[in-house]
């Protein structure tokens, strides 16, 4: 049976985006003999956490306020945004699922109207509805080149289709450095768990990347490039950020915390028709040790890759797969 949906989560610069390229140059058989899982498709809520940035960019470049960040390389104005992006990854996933075509006169204004609508379901308020017309306008005119090339990538990858193939969902997230656990929401991937879908829930296997806080400070400010913070290869995170958002995570307390040994377990309550009740989820959950960075020359083109070096994320994702039973 192929695995179906994998999230990868982590702390930044651990690997997952390194790791989504090489799955992606993986052959069909390769996915299978090796993994059991499927050709990916995959999915990630970096692309909305840059466009904030864009908009925010250009709200300040007319005379506005920020709408979603403290300041160009500070954190979110409000930390529920963390959730607001997990209900995006919960539309993409249905989207691609169905095999949904969105067909807009504006990509930038659709974006705005699903931020809004994201932020709603989060529990928050629209910050973008309320703009004055002429400037909304101005702004979408001024993105709509960004904002349509993301959508047209989804629109592709939905036309795909899902059958036969493992759907990768990338996300970090992480709390205060030096925070007690368990960490207080919205940080953290316990409250990630409160807001993903059911649907992911039910279909879902997680692979934790595997790297200290300080590792991924430091591979963090290694693998930014000037102009680099649209491409999730090359960006970089704030070190405010690093620190208040990403200074350590709740991967493990989860994992130990669990009832069930090798799962992450997830408590929601849920409709059942007539009354609402408590339904838990035991995720099926394993780490890849990237301590010794299995991952970084996957940057490079292809060709240049080593023997060496694609042998031992192999040997290192079999193992991991293993735990899941494959």
Same mark, same amino acid.
């Given at each position: ?9 982590? &702390? ?17 058989? @390769? ?27 250009? &709200?300040?470049?007319?005379?506005g306020?920020?709408?979603f ?64 017309h ?19 990538? &989804? ?27 368990p ?6 991937? !316990?409250?990630a ?5 059911l ?46 958002q ?9 994992l ?12 929601r ?16 959950? !394993? ?26 994320i192999?040997?290192g994702?079999?193992?991991?797969? @293993?735990?899941?039973?494959r």
């Amino acid at each position: 049976m192929t695995l179906d949906t994998l999230l990868l989560f982590s &702390l930044p610069a651990s690997g997952k985006s390194e790791m989504r390229r090489y799955m992606a140059s993986l052959s069909p058989h @390769q996915c299978q003999q090796d993994f059991g899982m499927g050709p990916t498709l995959q999915l990630d809520d970096y692309p909305y956490v840059h466009l904030m940035h864009r908009i925010d960019d250009e &709200l300040q470049a007319r005379g506005g306020n920020y709408a979603f960040y403290q300041g160009p390389t500070r954190p979110f104005l409000d930390s529920w945004t963390w959730a607001a992006l997990i209900e995006l990854l919960n539309e993409d996933y249905a989207n691609l699922r169905q095999g949904a075509h969105t067909e807009v006169a504006s990509a930038a204004q659709h974006l705005f109207d699903r931020l809004d609508a994201a932020r709603v379901r989060a529990g928050m308020l629209e910050v973008l509805g309320d703009l004055p017309h002429k400037l909304r306008k101005a702004m979408a005119e001024a993105l709509e080149a960004e904002c349509r090339q993301e959508l047209d990538a &989804l629109n592709r990858q939905n036309a795909l289709g899902t059958e036969g193939k493992t759907i990768v969902i990338e996300a970090a997230r992480g709390g205060p450095n030096g925070s007690a656990f368990p960490l207080i929401p919205p940080h953290g991937y !316990a409250t990630a768990f409160q807001h993903l879908s059911l649907e992911i829930l039910e279909r879902s296997s997680l692979m934790y990347i595997w790297v200290e806080p300080a590792q991924s400070r430091a591979k963090n400010i290694e693998r930014g490039k000037p102009n680099g913070q649209g491409s999730i290869l090359h960006h970089s995170v704030p070190m405010e950020v690093m620190l208040g958002q990403y200074g350590c995570d709740d991967m493990a307390y989860l994992l130990e915390s669990s009832d069930r040994p090798g799962t992450i377990r997830v408590e929601r309550i849920v409709d059942a028709g007539d009354r609402f009740v408590s339904k838990v989820f035991n995720i099926p959950a !394993a780490r890849f040790d990237n301590r010794r960075d299995l991952t970084t020359f996957v940057r490079e083109p292809q060709e240049a890759w080593s023997l060496g070096d694609v042998a031992a994320i192999q040997d290192g994702l079999r193992e991991t797969f @293993q735990a899941f039973g494959r």
